[in-house]
């Protein structure tokens, strides 16, 4: 069982090219914003030919949505009735197919700007996992009947809410259980919810007595191969490690990072790319090591870098993220050294921009606050290919599959199409 459960984790990390078509997970196929999937649509409006269909949301919502087969899936929560919802679309048509959730009516603390069930579902197209913080981590068929819950987990209490989202690999679902008091990383059984393994991490003041105490990390944990090994990479508070996803154990840890962490880490040629938030630190790790390895593997730190919330994109040597003034900055992986910081401004209200970006072959995919999209060249010189406007609230980010891309504004779904 053991063999078979490594192989499972080995074939996610190996093959997750095979769903091409699909974007299973907040930063899809490979969980760091990269498709493999080409010649996507590159101009846009709100009226134009190239929006296949758009359905209006019940609530306004944070959410990325996922996509597997012909299905659409994305978390919705219902401020006035406390519903905490998973919602699946029609991905051809964006007719409602079904609705899946609980009620959770216990006052449950977060920011004005992140209304609940922020965190994306993550599926294999035979169950869906989905993070409702406080009211737990449910799992449903793809028919939407609940499989099994853990509402046992307890609260999730942080002054700005909750928001990661369950990382699904083989057989088992991880998840970051925070920011708050209590933290922890959780490995679950995928077929039934039990906990194999949870890592305790210690806590922080959740916000609401003293701004100076504020600490917390959103960041989802990322599966990488490493050498002949699997690591999961988690980023925290004053700190990147890696842990040894079948037992839990802490592999090795690298000091540097600032109290708040906003964004997922990246991992690429053995190379782990950790950045903070609320400008804090950002630094590149060498994986593969053992105990404390600040003094051995810290390849650079930044002890401040621009306020960030979405996560960055990485390709052919640079570091790409969106920082929430509004600019694209670039960064050689190397060093570290900015490349360039660029504004994107479109026709829409604001350029506050708090979503991920999308990397498809040498382009990226950007989206602001203010509902403009944007198509960049991936390179060291800069170079804006598009800007495109629907004119609606938009904090997600991109979703991409069979050629389509897919966004989620507080007000509704849009499909967008060559």
């Not at 259980?177 to 209590?182: Q, T, W």
Request: positive net charge; aromatic residues 10%; contains cysteine.
């Amino acid at each position: 069982m053991l063999m078979k459960t490594r192989f499972a984790l080995l074939s996610f990390v190996l093959l997750t090219n095979s769903y091409a078509a699909d974007w299973p997970s907040w930063r899809g196929p490979t969980n760091d914003g990269v498709t493999v999937e080409v010649d996507l649509a590159l101009t846009w409006g709100a009226s134009s030919p190239n929006v296949k269909w758009k359905t209006p949301l019940p609530d306004r919502g944070n959410s990325t949505p996922v996509v597997w087969g012909d299905k659409l899936l994305v978390t919705q929560a219902i401020e006035k009735s406390g519903k905490r919802m998973l919602l699946c679309f029609d991905k051809k048509t964006g007719k409602q197919l079904w609705e899946a959730g609980t009620t959770y009516t216990t006052p449950e603390l977060t920011h004005a700007t992140n209304p609940h069930c922020s965190g994306s579902p993550a599926t294999d197209g035979q169950m869906i996992y989905v993070s409702f913080a406080s009211a737990g981590l449910f799992c449903f068929d793809m028919n939407g009947k609940e499989v099994w819950k853990r509402t046992d987990l307890g609260e999730q209490r942080h002054i700005w809410g909750g928001g990661p989202s369950p990382v699904l690999a083989g057989d088992r679902v991880f998840f970051n259980f925070g920011p708050g008091k209590e933290t922890r990383l959780i490995c679950f059984d995928a077929k039934t919810g039990k906990t194999l393994w949870q890592h305790m991490e210690p806590g922080g003041d959740s916000g609401e007595s003293d701004a100076k105490k504020w600490l917390g990390a959103w960041s989802d944990p990322l599966l990488s191969k490493v050498g002949n090994h699997n690591e999961l990479i988690m980023t925290y508070p004053g700190r990147v490690c890696a842990f040894d996803p079948m037992t839990g154990k802490q592999l090795w840890t690298c000091d540097g990072l600032t109290p708040l962490v906003y964004n997922s880490p990246l991992y690429t040629d053995g190379v782990v790319i950790a950045m903070c938030g609320y400008g804090g630190s950002a630094m590149a790790v060498k994986a593969g090591g053992t105990g404390n390895v600040t003094s051995t593997h810290q390849v650079w730190r930044l002890p401040k870098v621009p306020q960030r919330i979405g996560s960055g994109a990485l390709y052919q040597g640079y570091h790409y993220i969106l920082t929430d003034g509004g600019f694209v900055e670039c960064r050689d992986l190397k060093t570290g050294e900015l490349v360039y910081n660029e504004r994107l401004k479109g026709p829409g209200p604001t350029g506050q921009n708090w979503s991920s970006l999308v990397r498809s072959g040498d382009r990226l995919y950007a989206v602001n606050q203010g509902g403009d999209a944007f198509v960049f060249k991936a390179s060291p010189k800069f170079e804006l290919l598009s800007t495109n406007s629907i004119g609606e609230k938009v904090i997600s980010s991109i979703a991409v599959s069979d050629g389509l891309l897919f966004i989620r504004s507080h007000n509704n779904l849009w499909c967008i199409g060559k």
